[in-house]
Nanobody, 128 residues
Framework: QVHLVESGGGFVQAGGSLRLSCAAS????????MGWFRQAPGKEREFVAT????????YYTDSVKGRFTISRDNAKNAVYLQMNSLKPEDTAVYYC?????????????????????WGQGTQVTVSS
C-alpha cells in the first residue's frame, strides 16, 4: 500500500507556470512507477505523464510535450510535475498515481487501469 497526497495546484494566467508535488508514504516509494493524470469537468480522467521507478524513463501525452516535465526524488518519496506555458485547456483536477514496477527499472504505465493507488487530486485553473 502507498498513500499519495498532491499539492501545488492553484490559479494561474495563461502562459504561467505551476509545480505540482506528490508526497508518498507507505511501502518503498522507489518500487513504484508514478504517473500524473488530469480530469476536466465533464470529461474522463486522462493520462498526462509517467516516470519509471528509477526516474530514467519518462513519457508524456502529446498535448503537454515540451511544456510539462515529470521528475521524482526517491530520497524524499516525492514526484513532481513542472508545468510551463500553461493554457486554459490545461484546467483540470490533477491526480498523482502509483503502480508497482515489479522490479523493472524502466517500466512505466499510461493507462488508468494500471494504477491501483491514487491521490485525492489538486485543482489547476488557467485563465485566458
Amino acid at each position: 500500500q502507498v498513500h499519495l497526497v498532491e499539492s501545488g495546484g492553484g490559479f494561474v494566467q495563461a502562459g504561467g507556470s505551476l509545480r505540482l508535488s506528490c508526497a508518498a508514504s507507505g511501502r518503498t516509494f522507489s518500487s513504484y512507477a508514478m504517473g500524473w493524470f488530469r480530469q476536466a469537468p465533464g470529461k474522463e480522467r486522462e493520462f498526462v505523464a509517467t516516470i519509471s521507478r528509477s526516474g530514467g524513463t519518462t513519457y508524456y501525452t502529446d498535448s503537454v510535450k515540451g511544456r510539462f516535465t515529470i521528475s521524482r526524488d526517491n530520497a524524499k518519496n516525492a514526484v513532481y510535475l513542472q508545468m510551463n506555458s500553461l493554457k486554459p485547456e490545461d484546467t483540470a483536477v490533477y491526480y498523482c498515481a502509483a503502480a508497482d514496477a515489479w522490479g523493472y527499472t524502466s517500466t512505466y504505465y499510461t493507462r488508468r487501469q494500471d494504477y491501483p493507488y491514487w491521490g485525492q487530486g489538486t485543482q489547476v485553473t488557467v485563465s485566458s
